[in-house]
């Protein structure tokens, strides 16, 4: 699976949109890109994945670059419960294998 | 629908013991993954199961661990003859394979090793 880089930690205004980057520049034409988040004491939850669509759902939107080396999840109007380490993950589905979680940024929604 | 439910959701024991932990997964989710998670730390991947059995077994750190898996349902990862270096929260995750294959995790059982 392709390696992926984000930012350790990043700070959001509740009521606003949080913009999480995530580089996977060594990413393969069957990978997808895989978000997950782990609010504290929880188990990760899934948010989102794709391929190299644009995708939205009712928790969030990824954005994937043409080149798919690079792709961002947004929370449109980020809450103080929103406050969690997002994982951004590429792998290839389908192939049943195991999530490989890096070290994910910390975000904290600031009243 | 119902999610992945583990338990118990917190467990402490005495250094030598073996516990059982017990994961039932999504209903029709054929897959089934075992992680664990030191505090602080990053997710370990320990076993993973397609239907009942296991074609990777990999991530297991030592012989005193093993799983198994019945009727293509309920789980259970066994630690046997504990250690304190076992304490971590143990993660499940199940997923409806093979495609499309995201996994749902559960709660986590907290183990505490004293």
């Known amino acids: 699976d392709a390696k992926t880089t984000q930012p350790t930690s990043m700070d959001c205004a509740e009521g606003r949109a949080a913009n999480l980057p995530c580089n996977h520049s060594?990413?393969?034409?069957?990978?997808?890109v895989y978000w997950y988040r782990q609010i504290h004491s929880q188990g990760p939850q899934y948010i989102i994945h794709?391929?190299?669509n644009n995708e939205t759902n009712e928790m969030a939107s990824l954005i994937i670059t043409e080149d798919r080396k690079s792709s961002t999840l947004i929370l449109p109007h980020a809450t103080l419960r929103d406050t969690a380490v997002y994982y951004c993950?590429?792998?290839?589905?389908?192939?049943?294998?195991?999530?490989?979680f890096g070290a994910g940024t910390r975000l904290t929604v600031k009243p | 629908g119902a999610g992945v439910s583990q338990s118990p959701s917190n467990k402490v024991t005495e250094k030598g013991k073996d516990v059982e932990l017990r994961c039932d997964p999504i209903s029709g989710h054929t897959a089934l993954y075992w992680y664990r998670q030191s505090l602080g730390q990053g997710l370990e991947f320990l076993i993973y199961?397609?239907?009942?059995?296991?074609?990777?077994k990999s991530g297991l750190p030592s012989d005193r661990f093993s799983a198994e898996r019945t009727g293509g349902s309920v789980s259970t990862l066994t630690i046997q003859r504990t250690q304190q270096e076992d304490s971590a929260v143990y993660l499940c995750?199940?997923?409806?394979?093979?495609?499309?294959?995201?996994?749902?995790f559960g709660p986590g059982t907290r183990l505490t090793v004293l």
């Open positions: 993950i590429v792998r290839v589905a389908g192939n049943n294998n195991d999530m490989r």
């Open positions: 060594t990413i393969s034409g069957n990978e997808y």
């Open positions: 794709g391929l190299k």
């Open positions: 199961f397609q239907g009942n059995s296991a074609p990777d």
């Open positions: 995750a199940s997923s409806l394979a093979p495609n499309p294959d995201t996994q749902y």
